[in-house]
């Protein structure tokens, strides 16, 4: 199950995180379905944890896919970022703001740095942008395009061959 691994880090009596155990059985599969139309999700998360860092969230099945990228995305295209791959997220969290109280795993502030919307660089329709965008995943690279209010334009996400599996690059695309 996707979220177990959120759920097993968390006390819900004790976070104001928002808790899959809330949802509408179903709900969450559906998110990029039930609404053709509607974009996928994104948000950038500033994190003052344990060591400051940014957590860029994209939502895809139903849940949000989370990088924590300790020096935070860039428009730069001759910088190159590690996002260390965490566990999924509700989607619910993409409007998650609050105190994550001491004690608590992630304790700290978290803030909404940007947000928005974004699709497979091949593809606009949400549909088809998940399926490439899961495929892309799957290999170690996601080509996207981010339309927040910061961050625009095109992006990817390379997982290192020769490092740990959760640890990748966010790259600025010219």
Do not use: C, Q
Request: no cysteine.
């Amino acid at each position: 199950m996707p979220l177990e691994n959120y759920k097993n880090k968390r006390n819900f009596k004790r976070t104001s995180e928002p808790n899959p155990e809330n949802e509408k059985i179903g709900e969450l599969k559906d998110i990029g379905t039930k609404n053709k139309e509607r974009k996928l999700s994104f948000v950038v998360h500033k994190h003052y944890a344990s060591h400051l860092h940014f957590d860029l969230r994209l939502e895809l099945d139903g849940v949000l896919k989370s990088w924590a990228i300790p020096k935070g995305p860039t428009m730069n295209p001759k910088e190159k970022r590690l996002a260390v791959m965490v566990e999924d997220h509700p989607f619910e969290y993409k409007d998650f703001e609050g105190i994550i109280p001491e004690g608590n795993y992630g304790a700290g502030n978290v803030y909404i740095w940007d947000k928005g919307t974004y699709h497979a660089v091949e593809a606009t329709d949400p549909a088809k942008s998940s399926e490439i965008l899961r495929a892309g995943l799957e290999k170690g690279h996601l080509s996207f395009i981010l339309e927040g209010t910061k961050l625009k334009g095109e992006f990817a996400l390379i997982r290192l061959k020769k490092a740990a599996p959760k640890d990748w690059l966010l790259i600025k695309k010219n």
